[in-house]
Nanobody, 121 residues
């Protein structure tokens, strides 16, 4: 299993949008659930969103529900997090994680290196 590489972070004004991507440097994601997590300065890492191996099932933290959308393209071996209506409190390092199996209820095992998202007010 290679590393997970996140991209797409950056600086955006409140109300703006970003799309994060996560792809492995080796191996495949298509047989595994995937998740996005984040860590704000001075806070613990928290769950953001999860998606099953086919993309047929998704789950979101209440704080991002209705604003963030997790999706995947198994042909491209990539998982995405579309973020709209961003708020300053969304500022964090965002990490993707590879699940232990096809469904996110089974938990996660690998962490990516993270990508910084900064939302200015």
């Amino acid at each position: 299993q290679g590393e997970l590489v996140e991209s797409g972070g950056g600086l955006v004004q409140a109300g703006g949008s970003l799309r994060l991507s996560c792809a492995p440097s080796g191996g495949t994601l298509s047989d595994y659930a995937m998740g996005w997590f984040r860590q704000a300065p001075g806070k613990e890492r928290e769950f953001v969103a999860a998606i099953s191996w086919t993309g047929g099932s998704t789950y979101y933290a209440d704080s991002v529900k209705g604003r963030f959308t997790i999706s995947r393209d198994n042909a491209k071996n990539t998982v995405y997090l579309q973020m709209v209506s961003l708020k300053p409190e969304d500022t964090a390092i965002y990490f993707c994680r590879k699940g232990k199996g096809r469904f996110y209820q089974l938990g996660y095992e690998y962490w990516g290196q993270g990508t910084q998202v900064t939302v200015s007010s």
